[in-house]
């Protein structure tokens, strides 16, 4: 599911178009096949099969949108879904709709999602997992109560702190200081090191390696190698 769904469907074609096409680019030529396999789909995310199947993308709204991208992306009834931003550039009500839809069809559906965002506080009641990745390089990973509960690298406990929270006061709130490396030329070492505040000569010289803390919690940090 790509991200800025108000931009991912094709203006000049109908929503009913895109299964079809969808389907065909994957050898499912059934047009009766695609048809009622669209009906249940848009029906699971809550949307009115005819009204939408027969409309274009600029007669939806943002979260219809969404949804039918989501709708798409299921026509072939894939084990994994790949959600890229799938909350961009919605409000804030008609994110947690979403949500709530994909909770409801990761538990009905029994369906693996990796869901990609920037925003790790969204995910905090839908995923199972968390990976926390910073300038292409994985952090940490581990269980939803553990990663937020107890986190281990430096850069995942600063995301924590960075979060805001409606009922703590706005000076507890944590900038990380500095600014993300150049993708093209990182620096040596571990990546996030430049801005970490316990960040030692070895991190500066070597990346870290993987280091399992407790059963299924990871990170990447040379805090936890024994020297």
Partial sequence: VPQAALN??????????????????HGLNDRRLIMERAKELLELLRLEPRRVLNSYPHELSG????????????????EILILDEPTTALD?????AILDLLKEIKDKLRITMVFITHDIAVIADLADRIAVMYA???MEVGDVYTVFRRPANPYTKALMASIPSLIGKVEDMKPIPGSPPDLVNPPRGCRFHPR????MEICKKEEPPTVELSTGHIASCWLYVKR
């Avoid at 969404?66 to 009834?77: D, F, G, N, P, T």
């Avoid at 804030?92 to 947690?96: E, G, S």
């Avoid at 970490?196 to 960040?199: F, L, M, R, T, V």
């Fill in 8 to 25: 991912a469907l094709n203006p000049t074609m109908k929503i009913l178009d895109h299964f079809i096409e969808t389907g065909r680019a």
């Fill in 63 to 78: 979260g219809m949108k969404q949804r039918v991208l989501i709708a798409l992306s299921m026509l072939l009834e894939p």
């Fill in 92 to 96: 804030v009500l008609t994110q947690r």
């Fill in 136 to 138: 292409g390089k994985l």
């Fill in 196 to 199: 970490c505040p316990y960040a």
